[in-house]
């Protein structure tokens, strides 16, 4: 390697660090239980940056909020891939975990959930909520091809519907999210979970 492209490579690290600095920043100051959004200036601040510091790694606020947005879509993504790989499982218990890891991601990640349920993005465009919409899209998707498997494998009746299931479910989730949030991260999304999959998957269980 030339002398002339280590500046550049060391150059490129520190923007890459810099990425994941502002990122994980947002996350915490959106985990404050008393925030309700962040703008740059906030951004700024709390790292310790001129506010135009912050537009020499992202376009603006929106490229952030859509990069954490990805990230929660990847996750996702990683957690039904396990889930999926797991042998010997029901398609009916793959959806049942794969519901209850959706809880468990916001019991662990407060800021991120403040982004899924919409509150911090009140004041933001639509590129950014169709971003979350998209998201929260492909997320009940996972959940209706378990429930869409577990009917052509006669797991249950053929006269279950999936995708009415997995928006039941959705909903579910997405309202315990709202409320974890609402109680400033009080009220866990897990709570009384083993009653609400008794009612969510009512008919599936097998006996």
Not at 107 to 122: I, K, V
Not at 180 to 199: C, L, R
Request: hydrophobic share 45%; proline share 3%; with cysteine.
């Amino acid at each position: 390697m030339s002398e002339e492209t280590k500046p550049a490579r060391r150059q490129y690290r520190r923007t890459t660090e810099r990425r994941q600095e502002i990122l994980v920043a947002v996350v915490q100051l959106l985990s404050d239980p008393d925030s309700t959004g962040v703008t740059t200036k906030d951004i700024a601040r709390y790292l310790g940056l001129a506010d135009g510091a912050l537009y020499r790694h992202f376009s603006g606020k929106a490229e952030i909020l859509q990069e954490l947005i990805g990230f929660c879509d990847d996750s996702f993504e990683r957690m039904f891939d396990e889930i999926n790989a797991e042998a010997e499982v029901t398609m009916v218990t793959r959806a049942m975990v794969k519901a209850r890891a959706l809880l468990l991601f916001a019991e662990a990640n407060c800021g991120l959930t403040r982004l899924l349920t919409g509150e911090a993005l009140s004041s933001e465009g639509q590129q950014v909520r169709e971003a979350m919409l998209a998201c929260l899209e492909k997320a009940e998707k996972a959940l209706c091809s378990s429930l869409q498997l577990a009917v052509v494998q006669r797991e249950v009746p053929n006269s279950e519907d999936p995708a009415v299931r997995a928006r039941l479910i959705m909903s579910y989730v997405q309202g315990r999210w709202a409320r974890f949030v609402a109680s400033g991260f009080e009220e866990k999304p897990t709570a009384d979970w083993p009653q609400a999959q008794a009612v969510l998957f009512g008919g599936l269980l097998a006996s």
